[in-house]
C-alpha cells in the first residue's frame, strides 16, 4: 500500500468526521435572523445569507465633509466567564458596547456593524444567543448588524470555547469631529457611571477570583447577587445617550468653539491614561475621587486579591465607563440631559494649563510614533506618597498602559477611595493608532 492508499475498510473522511457542522451553522442562522432583521434600518439592502453586507451611502450626501469612522475590538477573556457559566445572551452586548463607544469618542454616528465568532464546535442555540445579544447591543446604539461570520475550529478551540470580534462604521461631519483640539483651560470634566466592570481587565479579576478558591456561584451580600452575574452585568453603550448630547448642545452647523469639546471611553488602562488620550498639550486634567463612590465589585476585587491600588486604576474602570468634557456653561445642562437618558453623570474634575510641578515631574525622553507620555499626580489625604509618573509606549493595539513608579509598595484597596486625587496630563497625539478610532475623509 502506498502513501496515497489507505484501507479499504477505513471509513471516509468528510468535513463533519473532521469537526465541522455545516447543517448546524444553518440552524443557527434560522434562529438568530429574527433579531438580525429587527436591527435593520431602510438603508440596511439586501437579506441576511449574501456574501456582503449593504448600506445605502445615500444619506451620506447630506453632509458637508463626511468622516467615515471604524472601530473593532472584542471583550477580552471575559467570554471565559460567559463559558463557565453557560450563559451567552449578554456577551454580544459587551461586544457592541466595545466598538460602537470607541467611534462616539469622536462624535460619530454609528451606521452598521459586523460581528465574527470562532468556536470549537457550533452549538446552534449558543450560536443564536451570542448574536441575539449582538443585535440587542445594536439596538440599543441604533446601529444596523448587516453581517457576521461563524467559524468552527476544531482541534484549535475545545468544544465549548469561543470568541468573539466585532468591527463597525460610523459618519461624522469634518468640523464636528470632537478630540483633544477642542479642550481648553477651564473645562469641566464629567463622568458617567459604568455598569460594572464592562470588558476589560477579566484576565486580573479571574486570577483573583482562581486565587481566592471563589466559585461563580458563590452568593454575594455586597453585590446582591452571585458573583458570576456581576461579572456577567452587561458592558454599558453610551453612544445614544452622547450622541444626543452632541446633538442638544453642538448642533449642526460646526464651529471652533462646539460645547462638547471631548469624550474619552474608559476601557484598558483606566481612567487616567484614556482621559488623558483627548489631553492636549499644555493642559492638564484634576479628577476628584470623592465626587463618586467606589462600586462594590471594584472594591471586592482589589481585597480579595490584595491588588495594588496603581494596578486596580490602570487595569479597571472604577466605576467610571465614559467621560465628558465639556464647556463650564453647559456643564449642568449636560448633566441633565443624561440623567434624563438613565445614566447616572456627575461633575467629577476641571481642565486646567499644566503646572510647572507637573512639567517637571513628566518624562523628557522621546519615543516614536503614537507613544504618548503623560504624569499622574496622586495626593492621598492621609498619606503624601510621591508624585507618580504614567508613562508606557505604544504596543500592538496602541493601548497607553500606564505605570505608577512609587517608592513604597501601595497596599491593597482598603483606603477609603475618597481621599484621594488625580492631576494628569498628556503631551499632543500623534498618530492615528492612538485614537480611539479611525477617520477616513469621504470625497
Known sequence: MTPNQTPSSAAPITYASAGVDVEAGDRAVELMKDAVKATHTPEVMGGIGGFAGMWDASALL???????????????TKVAIAQAMDKHDTIGQDLVGMVVDDIVVVGAQPLFMTDYIACGK????????????????????????VGGETAEHPGLLAVDEYDVAGAATGVVEADMVLGAERVQSGDVVI???????????????????????WSLDREVTELGCTLGEELLVPTRIYSRA??????????????????????????????AANLA????????????????????????????????????????????????VVDPEVAATSISVLVDAGID??????????????????????????????????????????????????TALARISPRLD?????????MPFSSASWTLSS????????????LFLVL
Open 345 to 394: 453623570a456627575w461633575e467629577m474634575g476641571t481642565i486646567g494649563a499644566l503646572t510647572d510641578g507637573a512639567a517637571a515631574a513628566a518624562p523628557t525622553e522621546t519615543s516614536r510614533s503614537a507613544t504618548r507620555n503623560f504624569e499622574l499626580d496622586r495626593t492621598l489625604s492621609h498619606n503624601r506618597q510621591p508624585p507618580g509618573r504614567i508613562r508606557r509606549v505604544t
Open 242 to 271: 452622547c450622541l444626543d448630547l452632541v446633538q442638544r448642545l453642538n448642533g449642526h452647523d460646526g464651529g471652533s468653539d462646539l460645547p462638547v469639546r471631548a469624550f474619552s471611553h474608559v476601557t484598558g488602562g483606566g481612567l
Open 122 to 145: 457550533v452549538v446552534p442555540e449558543r450560536i443564536a444567543d451570542i448574536v441575539r445579544g449582538v443585535a440587542e447591543g445594536c439596538r440599543l446604539a441604533d446601529t444596523a448588524l
Open 277 to 324: 488620550r483627548v489631553l492636549p498639550q499644555g493642559l492638564m486634567a484634576t479628577v476628584e475621587r470623592d465626587t463618586w463612590s467606589l462600586p462594590p465589585v471594584f472594591r471586592l476585587v482589589g481585597e480579595l486579591g490584595r491588588v495594588p491600588q496603581s494596578d486596580l486604576e490602570r487595569t479597571l474602570n472604577l466605576g467610571v465607563g465614559m467621560v465628558a
Open 191 to 213: 463622568g458617567m457611571a459604568s455598569s460594572g466592570i464592562h470588558s476589560n481587565g477579566y484576565s486580573l479579576v479571574r486570577r483573583v477570583v482562581n486565587a481566592a478558591g
Open 406 to 414: 512609587h517608592t513604597r509598595t501601595q497596599p491593597p484597596l482598603v
Open 62 to 76: 447630506q453632509y458637508r465633509k463626511p468622516l467615515l469612522t471604524t472601530s473593532t475590538d472584542g471583550v477580552g
Open 427 to 438: 503631551t499632543k497625539p500623534c498618530g492615528c493608532r492612538a485614537a480611539f478610532t479611525t
